[in-house]
């Protein structure tokens, strides 16, 4: 099966893009939209992944009448967010979103950010159309 061999930094998205903690959750948004993300990182100054920022956080605020313009990522952030090491087999990954329903997941290594696994990463690798392979 392709999966055994396979290694997560062969099909994550690098380079990761993450916010600091006072970055405005508007300039997050804006990355969330226009990125094609589902969420963002959010790092400490030596990378280490503190929270994640989602859709969900962001709708959340909306439904209690935030204004999103005045608030920084640590204030809506998903805090101690699931990471996995660059390590992991893509087998557990495939568990972790599955059981926990988390679209992305920040890959660290040594405990610093290196990149994104996201499930649209892992079906892009099985579902190549003969039209889009390019060799």
Not at 116 to 125: E, G, Q
């Amino acid at each position: 099966m392709k999966q055994a061999k396979l290694k997560l930094e062969e099909i994550m998205t690098r380079p990761a893009l993450s916010a600091k903690k006072d970055t405005p959750v508007k300039d997050i948004a804006f990355e969330i939209f226009y990125g094609f993300f589902s969420g963002m990182p959010v790092t400490d100054s030596d990378g280490g992944v503190i929270g994640v920022v989602t859709e969900i956080d962001l709708l959340k605020q909306i439904r209690q009448g935030k204004d999103l313009e005045k608030l920084k990522a640590d204030e809506i952030m998903t805090r101690n967010p699931v990471t996995v090491d660059i390590n992991t087999s893509l087998d557990n990954v495939l568990d972790i979103m599955i059981e926990k329903n988390i679209i992305r997941i920040p890959v660290t290594e040594e405990g610093h950010i290196v990149g994104v696994i996201a499930r649209r990463d892992i079906l892009r690798y099985y579902f190549q159309p003969e039209f889009f392979a390019h060799y």
